[in-house]
């Protein structure tokens, strides 16, 4: 990791400034899964002490915009029935691409000590800088524009490319692009990967089979695609004790509309520890996405968060207990939809 910065000119060692402030710096260690949930490969990432940043002095707009789930689920669904062929890719170091225009000046990297009074003076956008995100969204949005795709006006990160009988749909999260292509532009898709290999290092990850935490199962014989997000609602389970709930098979049982707006009014106690925003911040997470089966108790439960009761807690947790016992319930999309 330390040599992909070094290969991408992310500084220059230069003396320190006397009168400008001097941010730190620190390693994150990872582990990236594969969708079986094995070892995929140990990761390593340089991260900026951001937070010691003054506004106005060192960063300035720092909002950067992702797809949305719905135009994932959106492509995801045109491909399942249209037949289209789709292509992941990743960029390596995304934000490492990006030159910062402001003057920041870095402490040296934990393990590699400078020499006397020297200071790192950043030229990209190392993670962990506030505008690092707004200036990758932005350096990528410039090279897309110059192949000449349009910027979709309802969704920021969703580009286009229309022509003859071909359409080209990409969509950008951060560093991973989803593309799909139907018609006759092959040809068009690989220039448009081709151009940006030269521009960044990318890695092509085939067809897309796991993307925002989701896991994609496509079957092109029957047409059909499965969407869901087993591995996530396992690794949100463990963060929350329920041993102390039985098995649910639905996720708003019928009294429960009665209990919780009974326990607010009438105020009663709160004694059981429990993270009530944690969950209802994943359980909004999971229904936007591919559980909308929660919909309706996620938004129910959300409205008491401000005041809530054991009662609150003990209806979270059936709903928590509900996603236990449906880990494979997802969108199923098929291309014949008149059955």
Partial sequence: EYGSLLA???????????NAPV???????????????????????LVAQGFSQTYGVDY?????????TATVRMLLALATINNWDTSQLD???????????????????????????????????????????????????????????????????LYYKIADNSILLLAVYVDD????????????????IDELSKRFKLKSMGDANQLLGMLIE?????????????????????QFDLSD????????????????????????????????????????????TTRPDIVVATRFLSSFSSNYTDVHIRYVKKVLKYLESTLDMGLFYRADTSS
């Fill in 8 to 18: 991408n000119h992310t500084w220059d060692v230069v003396d320190r400034p006397s």
């Fill in 245 to 288: 709930v039985r098995m649910s098979k639905l996720p708003a049982p019928a009294d429960m509309f009665c209990q919780v707006t009974e326990a607010a009014f009438n105020g009663d106690k709160r004694t059981v520890k429990f993270d009530y925003l944690s969950a209802i911040g994943c359980l909004q997470y999971l229904s936007n």
């Fill in 177 to 192: 692009i989803l593309i799909k292509i139907t018609g006759n532009a092959t040809d068009e898709i690989k220039r448009i």
């Fill in 60 to 68: 300035f707009e720092t909002f950067s915009p992702v797809v949305t």
């Fill in 91 to 157: 960029v390596d170091t995304a934000y490492l691409n990006a030159p910062v225009k402001e003057e920041i000046f870095m402490k040296a990297v934990p393990g590699y000590p400078l020499p006397g009074n020297k200071v790192l003076r950043l030229k990209k956008s190392l993670y962990g800088l506030k505008q690092a995100g707004k200036n990758w969204s932005d350096f990528l949005s410039k090279h897309l524009l110059e192949l000449g795709l349009q910027r979709s006006e309802y969704d920021p990160c």
């Fill in 23 to 45: 941010i730190g710096c620190r390693w994150v260690f990872d582990i990236k899964f594969n969708p079986d949930g094995s070892i995929k490969r140990y990761k390593a990432r």
């Fill in 218 to 238: 496509r079957d092109r014989s029957s047409r059909t695609m499965k969407i869901y997000q087993a591995p996530y609602i396992n690794k949100m389970l463990s």
